[in-house]
């Protein structure tokens, strides 16, 4: 049993039982000794059901599974996820942003800009660019993958947060 994430296509995890064996070629344990007739989720999905010949197997799905770990010189104080679930961007009392690559956690461009602790991140529904918030009183944008500087606006106050907001009827320009 082979399960995808549908988005991406990307293989999430193969189930295997080691009561059942391994398969013929012996390259990998096998979910069921016989044929797979069915699957069902739960309506939380955090439990499939499958089903064999004379044979029903639960499988549930853990909870709070480390995907990655990733050292930072400094505290985060503000994270992100590009709706597209291809970068995490985390800011930092340090005034940086780092950028690094979902799924594997690989580091990409540090973005250096602000001149105080960094307090909000968000990344554009639209387009590809991640806007950032700090106590310097500045909104950043900044393009992605490779992090240059796209606009600056300057606040009257130090932020303490961000958030984005892009309606379908306008277009920027």
Partial sequence: IHLHHVPTGQLVTTLADAAAG???DASAALAHRDLVQSL???TD???LAS???REIKLWRRPKDVRRATIPLPAAPAALAISPDRTWLAVGSADHSIRLFQLPSGTAGPVLQGHTGPVTG???SPE???LLSAAA???VRIWNLPDGSPAGLIETPTPLTALEVFCPADIVPA
Avoid: E, I, K, V
Wanted: proline share 10%; hydrophobic share 45%; glycine share 14%.
């Fill in 51 to 53: 089903g064999g010949f």
């Fill in 40 to 42: 069902a989720f739960n």
């Fill in 22 to 24: 391994a398969a013929p």
């Fill in 45 to 47: 999905g955090d439990l």
């Fill in 121 to 123: 991140l968000r990344f």
């Fill in 136 to 138: 310097d009183q500045s």
């Fill in 127 to 129: 387009l590809p660019q």
